[in-house]
């Protein structure tokens, strides 16, 4: 990679040039100011703001935006208020219709809980958001994503392709069962590693027909509908704990097939598995290759 590296700090001003001893000190500011192959470092501090990269960059000179060198955990964006209260289906930070983005290691918080907040959405208000295409070479890792009002992170099924989720920490989003730790239409996702827990609806939502997914290795505890759904197929399942949520896997009836679920381990659920078609249990679930029968 090759690039500049642009930083960001509470104490920074946004008249000045990005460098390490004049930052700037919104995170918007230097995504303006961000080309391609470019770092932007985050300084530990809280950030109350939101962000929409609508940028692309290309493969192997991606834009990153992430936490300084050793303030992981330590930098939080959240929204404002007026900006909730304008934008009540807004997220924290939006990916339209760009490329080769990466985001780290991050604390996304969102208004869920405060007076401003919607009781309930479910279209646009959550902690990052993939739209218009947006996905090809992207990235979100090391996040902590938490207290938005539909879901952790939303692909909105505008064929996004390629997005690697990996290493995140999601929770407590979400206030009814449309609402999801990770939804993710889009083909071809990269799901690793993340730690879901304690969302409204599912840890995982694979639905309603993405193809050639990889959901590997991820803890789903205490989701209200389901560890994951599986709504397409060819997708791989492998090494996934799910436990005490209301279900540790649901099959989806219609394009839900030839998919590989292998070695997961899925216990203290209140079922470890169902075949649905939306409306009660259905279907043939030996149609997808699994490593228990339901």
């Known amino acids: 990679m090759s690039g500049k590296v642009v930083w960001v700090a509470p104490h920074g001003n946004d008249a000045n040039d990005g460098s390490t001893e004049r930052p700037f000190c919104t995170i918007r500011r230097a995504v303006e100011a961000s080309t391609p192959g470019d770092v932007i470092y985050v300084r530990a501090g809280t950030y109350v703001e939101t962000i929409v990269i609508n940028k692309s960059s290309q493969e192997g000179k991606p834009i990153i935006l992430s936490c300084a060198p050793g303030a992981l955990g330590e930098v939080k964006v959240t929204p ?139 803890i789903c505890m205490s989701n209200k509908a389901a560890g994951i759904i599986l709504g397409g197929g060819q997708n791989k399942v492998f090494h996934n704990v799910c436990a005490f949520n209301d279900m540790g896997i649901m099959y989806l009836r219609g394009g839900c097939s030839e998919n590989s679920v292998k070695n997961n381990i899925f216990a203290f659920n209140r079922a470890d598995c169902g075949y649905d078609n939306g409306g009660g249990k259905s279907g043939d679930p030996a149609r997808n290759l699994d490593d228990f029968t339901p």
């Open 80 to 218: 404002s208020i007026e900006y909730v209260n304008r934008n009540p289906s807004g997220a924290v930070i939006g990916v339209h219709s760009a490329q080769h983005v990466w985001i780290n290691g991050l604390v996304i918080e969102g208004p869920m809980g405060r007076p401003e907040a919607p009781v309930a959405e479910t279209y646009g208000a959550n902690g990052i958001t993939f739209a218009g295409k947006a996905g090809l070479g992207c990235r979100v890792t090391n996040c902590v994503i938490y207290w938005n009002v539909h879901c952790g992170i939303k692909e909105m099924g505008h064929g996004g392709t390629g997005i690697l989720m990996e290493g995140n920490v999601i929770f407590d989003n979400g206030t009814q069962s449309t609402d999801h730790g990770i939804y993710c239409p889009a083909d071809g996702l990269t799901i690793d590693g993340n730690i879901i827990f304690n969302n409204a609806g599912y840890g995982i939502h694979s639905y309603s027909g993405p193809k050639h997914q990889v959901i590997t290795r991820n």
